[in-house]
């Protein structure tokens, strides 16, 4: 975090504090789940998005709903990567560590970078919570920390001194704190608190007392970074330079809920979302809620199987059936999501991965579902799957997914993860008559009409709106027979079915677009990955790359079938190498279809990958 120059702000005549510019700041904020962690954070976003600078966001908060105050369990953080460059990730290590209590330092102080500052507040740190904590003394006062910058602040006890006036509750007003830490760092880093303030008028409007409160403090928190002397510069981050057009800060769950939605109206379908709450998916659910007037049905089910039944009537009724889970969830629907493959319907099943097995890390990342999305099912039934690489990805794959859907008559899994889901960057919105195309054909002549009859390009059975005169037919769990839908025992007709199926998911290939190749198209090591691992393995391979070394970067956002081009690609390098947050689950796809001898690189933290671990391996590998 080196100043890149420095100047003198004036007044008038009078000067002020000095002003650094930084290219890029990685800043985190830590406190207890009740401490407001995750609004302050989003809100330090907004006013950086709306700065223009580039972002990149990690909110990383607790499983436990009401861990005890003051506990390491308990502890909510959200990291935040704006800068004047092209971001692709969070950051590896923040510059700045906002701590509003000792279990917030302690879970979070390893990250810090070494001189980085660290902001705590003076309250927080009192014998309870540091007790709670395990610290037998006070680490801002007993030279442990001496490498980093420390900065104590009374944050709740100005909070309490501004409101005094206002005769709220103790408890009330100190709620408030984490708008002061928020109006401190704006001005630290010199983001316009105005965004901020209207939001504020807005979320709170039906409670006037609240409107007040949180503006004074957030003002509060900014004037004190003008006049106090524990700051003696303040920092700027330039805006970035990004292409032209309309932007909004979206995170992937909304982008993935907007994909979905605009799918529907390109196709001019309904579309109807059958889905049971789990974290982190649920944040869809409550997206397409919003927007009944554009011909959106949202249905909260009593169960997981409830949910991915009813999106599957949907599609039956002529809509676009989707349901939406994370993995356990996905487990349970797995027989619907085959009677969707038997009967060939289109269905768009949207995973957002966490931790596991069973109930495993709720609120933690992970790319451990491929192999369920692929294999998961009983018999032989592929389905065709996709996976987001970042948050703004989640639209187009969402969109992918529901064209896909319609155009071959399939169930379609799309893999996202809590990464992708919970975080946010600047997004540039697609016009809409620029979308792809999404034709949709019902069959309504009975004239030579079979349920199982094929397009000879797609190998798709007709659509057909129940109630259409003359098109009466069955369709169930039961194997079919060929063409004409009936009930079928036949070990032949049955081999005819299953590859016919396979075939289907197979043609998908044909809208495969040609795959990407980040760096050189030949050499020595090329880096594979998939879904989330994307922004950390392009800032490692830059990073690699611009320090003379030859190594390139393709990403895969179609896992099942695999891009037409890949075999080939893959054996113009000597080494390849694909991260992943499992166990090696592509890694064992890839040397199973090419047999190729690709290396691994696996992580099972629930966290995702930091660049500078993808770059340290990149190099070991070339180095031999």
Same mark, same amino acid.
């Given at each position: 975090?080196?100043?890149?120059?420095?100047?003198?702000?004036?007044?008038?005549?009078?000067?002020?504090?000095?002003?650094?510019?930084?290219?890029?700041?990685?800043?985190?904020?830590?406190?207890?789940?009740?401490?407001?962690?995750?609004?302050?954070?989003?809100?330090?976003?907004?006013?950086?998005?709306?700065?223009?600078?580039?972002?990149?966001?990690?909110?990383?908060?607790?499983?436990?709903?009401?861990?005890?105050?003051?506990?390491?369990?308990?502890?909510?953080?959200?990291?935040?990567?704006?800068?004047?460059?092209?971001?692709?990730?969070?950051?590896?290590?923040?510059?700045?560590?906002?701590?509003?209590?000792?279990?917030?330092?302690?879970?979070?102080?390893?990250?810090?970078?070494?001189?980085?500052?660290?902001?705590?507040?003076?309250?927080?740190?009192?014998? +309870?919570? /540091?007790?709670? !904590?395990?610290? %037998?003394?006070? *680490? =801002?006062?007993? $030279? @442990?920390?001496?490498?980093?910058?420390?900065?104590?602040?009374?944050?709740?006890?100005?909070?309490?001194?501004?409101?005094?006036?206002?005769?709220?509750?103790?408890?009330?007003?100190?709620?408030?704190?984490?708008?002061?830490?928020?109006?401190?760092?704006?001005?630290?880093?010199?983001?316009?608190?105005?965004?901020?303030?209207?939001?504020?008028?807005?979320?709170?409007?039906?409670?006037?007392?609240?409107?007040?409160?949180?503006?004074?403090?957030?003002?509060?928190?900014?004037?004190?970074?003008?006049?106090?002397?524990?700051?003696?510069?303040?920092?700027?981050?330039?805006?970035?330079?990004?292409?032209?057009?309309?932007?909004?800060?979206?995170?992937?769950?909304?982008?993935?809920?907007? +994909?979905? /939605?605009?799918? !529907?109206?390109? %196709?001019?379908? *309904? =579309?109807?979302? $059958? @889905?049971?709450?789990?974290?982190?998916?649920?944040?869809?659910?409550?997206?397409?809620?919003?927007?009944?007037?554009?011909?959106?049905?949202?249905?909260?089910?009593?169960?997981?199987?409830?949910?991915?039944?009813?999106?599957?009537?949907?599609?039956?009724?002529?809509?676009?059936?989707?349901?939406?889970?994370?993995?356990?969830?996905?487990?349970?629907?797995?027989?619907?999501?085959?009677?969707?493959?038997?009967?060939?319907?289109?269905?768009?099943?949207?995973?957002?991965?966490?931790?596991?097995?069973?109930?495993?890390?709720?609120?933690?990342?992970?790319?451990?579902?491929?192999?369920?999305?692929?294999?998961?099912?009983?018999?032989?039934?592929?389905?065709?799957?996709?996976?987001?690489?970042?948050?703004?990805?989640?639209?187009?794959? %969402?969109?992918?997914?529901?064209?896909?859907?319609?155009?071959?008559?399939?169930?379609?899994?799309?893999?996202?993860?809590?990464?992708?889901?919970?975080?946010?960057?600047?997004?540039?919105?697609?016009?809409?008559?620029?979308?792809?195309?999404?034709?949709?054909?019902?069959?309504?002549?009975?004239?030579?009409?079979?349920?199982?009859?094929?397009?000879?390009?797609?190998?798709?059975?007709?659509?057909?709106?129940?109630?259409?005169?003359?098109?009466?037919?069955?369709?169930?769990?039961?194997?079919?027979?060929?063409?004409?839908?009936?009930?079928?025992?036949?070990?032949?007709?049955?081999?005819?079915?299953?590859?016919?199926?396979?075939?289907?998911?197979?043609?998908?290939?044909?809208?495969?677009?040609?795959?990407?190749?980040?760096?050189?198209?030949?050499?020595?090591?090329?880096?594979?990955?998939?879904?989330?691992?994307?922004?950390?393995?392009?800032?490692?391979?830059?990073?690699?790359?611009?320090?003379?070394?030859?190594?390139?970067?393709?990403?895969?956002?179609?896992?099942?079938?695999?891009?037409?081009?890949?075999?080939?690609?893959?054996?113009?390098?000597?080494?390849?190498?694909?991260?992943?947050?499992?166990?090696?689950?592509?890694?064992?796809?890839?040397?199973?279809?090419?047999?190729?001898?690709?290396?691994?690189?696996?992580?099972?933290?629930?966290?995702?990958?930091?660049?500078?671990?993808?770059?340290?391996?990149?190099?070991?590998?070339?180095?031999?």
């Amino acid at each position: 975090m080196e100043p890149m120059t420095v100047e003198t702000q004036t007044v008038g005549t009078a000067p002020t504090k000095r002003r650094e510019q930084r290219e890029s700041v990685v800043i985190r904020f830590a406190g207890d789940s009740g401490d407001g962690m995750q609004l302050t954070g989003m809100q330090f976003t907004t006013e950086s998005a709306l700065a223009g600078n580039d972002i990149g966001t990690l909110p990383d908060f607790p499983a436990e709903i009401r861990a005890p105050a003051g506990t390491l369990a308990g502890v909510s953080g959200f990291q935040l990567n704006f800068s004047s460059l092209e971001v692709y990730t969070p950051g590896d290590n923040p510059d700045v560590l906002v701590a509003m209590n000792p279990a917030a330092l302690k879970v979070n102080i390893g990250d810090l970078m070494p001189g980085g500052i660290l902001l705590a507040d003076q309250d927080g740190f009192d014998a +309870g919570n /540091l007790k709670k !904590a395990g610290y %037998a003394t006070n *680490p =801002l006062e007993d $030279g @442990s920390l001496a490498k980093y910058q420390i900065i104590v602040v009374d944050m709740t006890g100005m909070t309490l001194k501004a409101l005094e006036d206002l005769k709220l509750s103790n408890k009330v007003a100190s709620r408030c704190k984490n708008f002061f830490a928020l109006g401190l760092c704006s001005w630290v880093y010199s983001r316009p608190i105005e965004p901020t303030l209207n939001w504020i008028q807005d979320k709170f409007k039906k409670t006037p007392e609240l409107v007040e409160a949180n503006s004074l403090v957030l003002k509060t928190g900014y004037h004190f970074g003008e006049t106090t002397e524990l700051f003696a510069v303040q920092y700027e981050v330039k805006p970035a330079r990004i292409a032209p057009g309309k932007y909004r800060n979206v995170t992937g769950n909304t982008a993935l809920a907007l +994909g979905l /939605l605009a799918a !529907a109206n390109k %196709a001019g379908l *309904p =579309l109807f979302l $059958g @889905s049971y709450p789990i974290t982190p998916a649920t944040d869809i659910l409550h997206e397409l809620a919003q927007y009944k007037n554009f011909g959106v049905y949202t249905f909260q089910a009593e169960d997981e199987i409830a949910g991915v039944c009813s999106a599957l009537g949907a599609s039956f009724g002529g809509g676009i059936g989707v349901t939406t889970s994370s993995g356990p969830g996905i487990a349970l629907k797995q027989e619907a999501i085959n009677l969707a493959v038997m009967v060939e319907l289109p269905l768009v099943i949207c995973n957002i991965q966490r931790g596991g097995p069973s109930t495993g890390l709720p609120t933690k990342t992970e790319q451990a579902d491929l192999y369920q999305a692929i294999f998961g099912r009983n018999s032989d039934s592929s389905l065709p799957v996709l996976a987001a690489a970042t948050p703004g990805d989640c639209f187009n794959m %969402a969109y992918e997914a529901v064209r896909i859907a319609i155009k071959y008559m399939t169930p379609v899994i799309l893999l996202s993860d809590g990464y992708l889901a919970n975080g946010a960057e600047p997004w540039l919105i697609p016009k809409f008559e620029n979308l792809p195309p999404i034709p949709v054909q019902f069959r309504t002549e009975a004239e030579g009409f079979f349920p199982y009859l094929r397009d000879p390009e797609t190998l798709a059975r007709p659509w057909v709106k129940p109630g259409t005169p003359g098109l009466e037919h069955r369709i169930g769990g039961i194997e079919k027979e060929d063409v004409t839908g009936n009930i079928s025992y036949s070990p032949a007709n049955h081999e005819l079915m299953t590859r016919a199926r396979a075939r289907k998911v197979a043609a998908v290939a044909q809208d495969i677009p040609p795959t990407t190749i980040r760096g050189d198209q030949a050499g020595d090591l090329v880096v594979v990955g998939w879904g989330s691992t994307y922004g950390s393995i392009s800032a490692g391979v830059d990073e690699v790359r611009a320090r003379g070394k030859t190594v390139s970067q393709v990403h895969l956002r179609y896992l099942n079938p695999l891009p037409p081009d890949l075999g080939g690609i893959l054996r113009r390098f000597k080494t390849i190498l694909v991260p992943e947050m499992n166990m090696g689950q592509l890694l064992t796809i890839l040397r199973a279809t090419y047999l190729v001898d690709a290396v691994g690189m696996n992580k099972i933290q629930g966290q995702p990958f930091k660049v500078s671990e993808i770059a340290a391996k990149i190099l070991r590998l070339l180095e031999g």
